[in-house]
């Protein structure tokens, strides 16, 4: 049994796929599962001159915090123990960690089969491969076969 699961949030429709994914999961006692939201902070990786949009307002960061606790709202109302985690850095970096740190035994994250496959979460600084860099089963939340698109439809 998995006893400590994270969810990678950003909140998109394909983070909300995992959230969905761990809430059919059995609640247990012994069970937490900890939701990340990691805030790209994309100024370190740009050259001298280069565009540099600003850091995330407060009130923008408040708004990002209110929708993660809205997730773990969700699976709270399941019976789920849930931690919230609002984290700045690389993605790859930053959840990495986290998963060392928490010992974490699953990472649930989403991907809608329109988009690249998970880009976000697999390639991040120096090309660091998300599957490469943690020591946990990885579940990757789809879209179910009555709301994906056709096959041939799909790019």
């Known amino acids: 049994m998995y006893k400590r699961i994270l969810v990678a949030y950003d909140g998109s429709e394909a983070s909300r796929l995992a959230i969905d994914e761990c809430a059919h999961l059995t609640p247990s006692g012994e069970r937490e599962v900890h939701i990340a939201c990691v805030i790209h902070d994309p100024s370190a990786f740009v050259l001298p001159g280069e565009f540099v949009p600003e850091p995330l307002l407060e009130s923008e960061r408040d708004d990002v915090a209110k929708d993660l606790?809205?997730?773990?709202?969700?699976?709270?109302?399941?019976?789920?123990?849930?931690?919230?985690?609002?984290?700045?850095?690389?993605?790859?970096?930053?959840?990495?960690?986290?998963?060392?740190?928490?010992?974490?035994?699953?990472l649930v994250i989403g991907h809608r089969r329109s988009k690249k496959f998970a880009a976000r979460w697999w390639r991040g600084r120096i090309d660091a491969l998300l599957i490469e860099r943690v020591r946990c089963a990885i579940l990757i939340a789809g879209e179910s076969a009555?709301?994906?698109?056709?096959?041939?439809?799909?790019g």
């Open 146 to 154: 009555k709301s994906a698109p056709p096959v041939a439809a799909r």
């Open 69 to 106: 606790e809205a997730a773990a709202g969700t699976l709270r109302a399941r019976g789920f123990a849930v931690s919230t985690h609002l984290l700045d850095g690389e993605p790859v970096d930053v959840l990495a960690k986290l998963i060392e740190s928490l010992e974490v035994d699953l």
